[in-house]
């Protein structure tokens, strides 16, 4: 008896999509994925950047390091 639920669950949700409620979602779900991506970025390129600098600032400690040192 449930063998046939997953199935009639995927018809019925094909079915959906392909109505005007759906595919008005689909294109919600697509401008939000967009945004998300977008944010994502954003806060990667941020994160490299901040990367960037804590590398920097950690060479220039071992190069201090270094010569208060040797």
Do not use: Y
């Amino acid at each position: 008896m449930k063998r046939w639920i997953v199935p009639a669950v995927a018809v019925g949700a094909v079915i959906f999509l392909m109505t005007r409620p759906g595919r008005e979602l689909q294109e919600e779900i697509s401008d939000n994925f967009g945004d998300w991506m977008d944010t994502v970025l954003r806060s990667s390129t941020h994160l490299q950047h901040t990367l960037a600098q804590v590398q920097r600032a950690l060479e220039r400690c071992n190069r201090s390091l270094e010569q208060a040192a040797g």
